[in-house]
């Protein structure tokens, strides 16, 4: 078999996964504006962490400005290009996943990479590798891992495809496999981790794991590179299809419990925030779309005009009257000028958040977004520690 690994190592974090699934499931209807937020910032983070993994050095708040149409102006055209390539990747992932029809093939595969490669044809987008391959430690130059000669990777694929089709004990290890396979294989000449990265995530959407929160572990690796690649370690030197990576499929496991349970306790901390946001925006007599604007000021992100256009889905002329508005109440405070204005956040911002939440504030910077978010996680901790008593 194929890279073979014990189930039974990982039934329990496979149980738990279930139960978060269930929970999260029914946790009752979620306002609508705030999941898009939330489906928007997730996004944004789990793009930018795998595109960076693999040497496109963008962050979080550039790709945030690129998926919105407001190209930051020191950003390459090429990395660009990757960032809005692995989101229709992810796209299409979602597209694809509930599909009748749908089958594991090498088709589907080449398809992905091809996007998520921009369809750059000189990076090899959606083709195999036709030359060896040697995966090396950008730190120390030392070799870690010999992937297998060109001329076997049609097969392997084939052989993966075929594993994936015949099924696992659990989506959430079928997800870890291919990831590990399409890695270890190698099948591409660049673009390899973001590929295996993204089937990983088809995997969990085909088995009902749909929620952002088991589907942007992107997200956690990045935040813990060096467990990422401690993970493969048990691929061992060279490429083995015998070689058991159970090591692997629990790394990846207890990644996904980690990361559902960090963005529960987060996106519950954030959607009080959001709901006070909205508060302040309606006690200033704003239109409730402001509130995408005044959520990003609030996290220290900033607002321009082209940003905030798509988030609201406006004119120019109405996000300017938006934008200006936000000014008038305080919520905001304007930089530079013309084209080159952006907003940040207002000096009365954090006072208004923080007495909407009940929490006092006497100043109006970042650290006052600190102590928002710092007691509010005490309080979330709180709540969720006695409901599980």
Sequence with gaps: MLLPYDPQKVKDLAIELDNWKTRLDYRGPIPRAWAGRLRRDLEAEAVAASTSMEGVPVTVEEVRRILAGDLPPETREEDVAFVRGYREAMSFVLRRADDAAFRWDRELLVGLHDRIMAGNWAAGAGRFRTAPAYIVDNRTGELVFEPPQAEHVPQLVDDACLRMEEGHPHPAMSSAWIHVAVAAIHPFRDGNGRASRVVASLEMYRGGFKLPEFTSLEEWWGRHLSDYYSAFRCLGESFDPSVDVTPFIEAHLQSQVSQV?????????????????????????????????????????????????????????????????????????????????????????????????????????????????????????????????
């Design 261 to 389: 349970r960090a963005l529960d306790l987060r996106e519950r901390v954030q959607q009080r925030i959001w709901i006070a946001v909205e508060e302040a925006v309606a006690a200033a007599g704003l239109e409730p779309r402001v509130a995408n604007a005044i959520w990003d000021a609030f996290f220290g992100s900033e607002v321009t005009p082209r940003y905030y256009r798509p988030l609201a889905d406006v004119s120019p002329a109405t996000a300017t009257t938006d934008l200006a508005g936000a000014v008038a109440a305080g919520l905001l405070r304007p930089e530079g000028k013309a084209r080159s204005r952006r907003y940040g956040a207002g000096e009365s911002l954090y006072q208004r958040i923080g007495s909407a939440l009940g929490i006092r504030i006497d100043e109006s910077t970042d650290s006052a977004r600190a102590i928002i978010i710092g007691e509010l996680t005490k309080r979330v901790a709180s709540d969720r520690a006695e409901r599980g008593r």
